[in-house]
């Protein structure tokens, strides 16, 4: 009588186990990078509408004639102190002159942040990596002096248009405040 000597094959091949592993490595890849992709398109997206948010509070407050400290501003503005922080804060009367004289004569210290009659409400800033193109964010803010939440822009000029133009990477985001006052996002 003849055994035949039968052969044990239990188990994977090194061959098929590199072609999975390769096979698992490509996947990852591919999903790492929809991943990032994704995580700053998020990070973009969130630093727009906080902006958003902030510039309709200021004007939601101006719009209202809320009172902030038993003081009656005369009106509420949003400057970035950089690239990528800005701040909300409200002016108040100064020099013996009313709200209505002050936001009768616009001139440019009327209508930015200044030690002295301004007080600040409240500070944020952009996600990691979000930072603010343009405009240059010495000279860009918005204002809106009460009651009729009159927009002005950072030099106490009537605002025709100020866009906001925020970036991460080489993805961009708009937020633009119109001369009537409205806040859109592209």
Same mark, same amino acid.
């Given at each position: 009588m003849k055994y035949k000597k039968v052969k044990n094959n239990k188990g994977f091949s090194f061959i098929e186990v590199m072609i999975v592993i390769s096979i698992v490595g490509i996947m990852s890849a591919v999903a790492m990078v929809g991943f990032n992709s994704s995580k700053s398109k998020t990070r973009l997206e969130l630093s727009q509408r906080t902006l958003t948010a902030a510039i309709k509070l200021a004007q939601s407050y101006a719009i209202q004639g809320r009172v902030q400290e038993s003081q009656v501003p005369c009106g509420y503005g949003l400057v970035f102190t950089s690239n990528f922080e800005f701040r909300i804060f409200y002016n108040i009367s100064s020099a013996g002159k009313d709200c209505q004289e002050i936001n009768a004569e616009p001139t440019l210290s009327n209508f930015k942040y200044n030690a002295g009659t301004s007080r600040l409400i409240d500070f944020f800033?952009?996600?990691?990596?979000?930072?603010?193109?343009?405009?240059?964010?010495? =000279?860009?803010?918005? %204002?809106?002096?009460?009651?009729?939440?009159?927009?002005? =822009? %950072?030099?106490?000029?009537?605002?025709?248009? @100020?866009?906001?133009?925020?970036?991460? =990477?080489?993805?961009?985001?708009?937020?633009?405040?119109?001369?009537?006052?409205?806040?859109?996002? @592209?």
């Open positions: 800033k952009l996600e990691k990596d979000v930072f603010l193109v343009s405009p240059v964010f010495v =000279n860009s803010g918005v %204002y809106f002096s009460t009651p009729r939440a009159s927009a002005y =822009n %950072y030099s106490g000029v009537s605002l025709g248009t @100020q866009a906001y133009t925020l970036k991460y =990477n080489s993805s961009t985001k708009t937020v633009t405040v119109g001369s009537e006052g409205s806040v859109t996002e @592209q």
